[in-house]
């Protein structure tokens, strides 16, 4: 009887198994079908955010070009368009703006972000890189109005002891502010890059005879240079694109002039100006704002484009 009884309780418990187990199948069938779907969802959310935001900068451009001649906007060397009856489109001042203090952010970025990156790739022990690696980055997470006023309430007057003839508004502060900001992209990504070079390419070059540092700038730099190269292109993309810092520490006046210690405007800071109240909806100078925010898209284009060029074209696989 107790055999009997073990035999029954052991088919129940069976039978029960295979049931949980259909439940289960089941469950999972259910969420093999709807997770496809809300990837895809997910997914298409992105591509047609992006869509929208590139329809409505062309249509609101063309809107724009409507009123105020092509050339004169890509050619025009003057850029005042709050002149009531004929203001001048000529956005080449604050493509100059733009890209002084991309040049000066990039000095000083590319130095110090490539040293910090073969520090921590070839020269810091592993407890120093957990330590280090997590500072630099949390420079990326500070706000950019923080530097913004950083730029002009701490670097301005420093540099003023240096330079008497160094303006409130400047293009050297907040582009050497802007360098700062964007030392942690370039030594993360050169560092990683870095990082990806096969350890026996060190130790053949070690066992040659050369120096550690030898083997970081003769060995190790050209065989990560595509990651490298690609850290400093996006770098520019990341400074083009700058808003904040440039917004409250360059000034607002557009000029030709690659004069560091005068007062600047960006294209960025240009839309911000309008953006904030000082035109009416509709007005030329409201469609101006997607001019401009197009032309910095083309710039941030062709940087992405460029970065993901160099990336595949000097690649090293190991």
Same mark, same amino acid.
């Given at each position: 009887? $107790? *055999? #009997?009884?073990?035999?029954?309780?052991?088919?129940?418990?069976?039978?029960? *198994?295979?049931?949980?187990?259909?439940?289960?199948?089941?469950? @999972?069938?259910?969420?093999?079908?709807?997770?496809?779907?809300?990837?895809?969802?997910? #997914?298409?959310?992105?591509?047609?955010?992006? !869509?929208?935001? +590139?329809?409505?900068?062309?249509?609101?451009?063309?809107?724009?070009?409507?009123?105020? @001649?092509?050339?004169?906007?890509?050619?025009?060397?003057?850029?005042?368009?709050?002149?009531?009856?004929?203001?001048?489109? =000529?956005?080449?001042?604050?493509?100059?703006?733009?890209?002084?203090?991309?040049?000066?952010?990039?000095?000083?970025?590319?130095?110090? =972000?490539?040293?910090?990156?073969?520090?921590?790739?070839?020269?810091?022990?592993?407890?120093?890189? &957990?330590?280090?690696?997590?500072?630099?980055?949390?420079?990326?997470?500070?706000?950019?109005?923080?530097?913004?006023?950083?730029?002009?309430?701490? !670097?301005?007057?420093?540099?003023?002891?240096?330079?008497?003839?160094?303006?409130?508004?400047? #293009?050297?502060?907040?582009?050497?502010?802007?360098?700062?900001?964007?030392?942690?992209?370039? $030594?993360?990504?050169?560092?990683?890059?870095?990082? @990806?070079?096969?350890?026996?390419? &060190?130790?053949? %070059?070690?066992? +040659?005879? $050369?120096?550690?540092?030898? !083997?970081?700038?003769?060995?190790?730099?050209?065989?990560?240079?595509?990651?490298?190269?690609?850290?400093?292109?996006?770098?520019? @993309?990341?400074?083009?694109?700058?808003?904040?810092?440039?917004?409250?520490?360059?000034? %607002?006046?557009?000029?030709? %002039?690659?004069? !560091?210690?005068?007062?600047?405007?960006?294209?960025? /800071?240009?839309?911000?100006?309008? %953006?904030?109240?000082?035109?009416?909806?509709?007005?030329?100078?409201?469609?101006?704002?997607? /001019?401009?925010?197009?032309?910095?898209?083309?710039?941030? +284009?062709?940087?992405?484009?460029? /970065?993901?060029?160099?990336?595949?074209?000097? &690649?090293?696989?190991?």
């Amino acid at each position: 009887m $107790a *055999l #009997a009884n073990n035999g029954n309780t052991k088919k129940g418990s069976i039978r029960e *198994l295979i049931k949980q187990n259909k439940s289960k199948k089941g469950a @999972s069938m259910i969420i093999e079908k709807v997770m496809p779907i809300l990837l895809f969802c997910t #997914a298409a959310v992105s591509a047609l955010t992006t !869509v929208g935001i +590139l329809f409505t900068l062309i249509f609101e451009t063309i809107m724009f070009f409507e009123r105020v @001649s092509f050339v004169e906007f890509i050619t025009g060397q003057k850029w005042l368009p709050f002149i009531e009856k004929a203001g001048n489109f =000529g956005v080449l001042p604050l493509v100059t703006g733009t890209l002084l203090i991309t040049v000066i952010a990039m000095v000083v970025a590319i130095p110090v =972000g490539l040293a910090a990156a073969i520090f921590l790739s070839e020269y810091a022990s592993d407890r120093t890189r &957990r330590i280090i690696k997590p500072i630099l980055e949390v420079l990326a997470g500070i706000p950019t109005i923080v530097y913004g006023f950083f730029a002009l309430t701490f !670097v301005t007057p420093l540099l003023k002891d240096v330079i008497p003839d160094l303006g409130l508004f400047n #293009a050297l502060s907040p582009g050497i502010v802007v360098g700062v900001m964007i030392i942690p992209m370039i $030594a993360s990504l050169s560092e990683d890059a870095m990082s @990806s070079v096969p350890q026996s390419m &060190r130790e053949g %070059a070690l066992a +040659l005879g $050369a120096t550690r540092l030898e !083997v970081a700038l003769k060995v190790v730099l050209p065989a990560a240079l595509s990651g490298i190269i690609a850290s400093f292109v996006l770098g520019i @993309s990341r400074a083009i694109g700058e808003t904040m810092i440039v917004t409250v520490a360059g000034g %607002a006046t557009p000029t030709m %002039a690659l004069d !560091v210690t005068g007062s600047i405007q960006t294209m960025t /800071a240009y839309i911000v100006q309008v %953006a904030t109240g000082d035109a009416g909806y509709g007005t030329t100078v409201y469609y101006s704002i997607y /001019a401009v925010g197009m032309t910095l898209f083309v710039f941030t +284009l062709i940087m992405n484009l460029l /970065a993901q060029f160099i990336t595949k074209r000097f &690649r090293e696989e190991y």
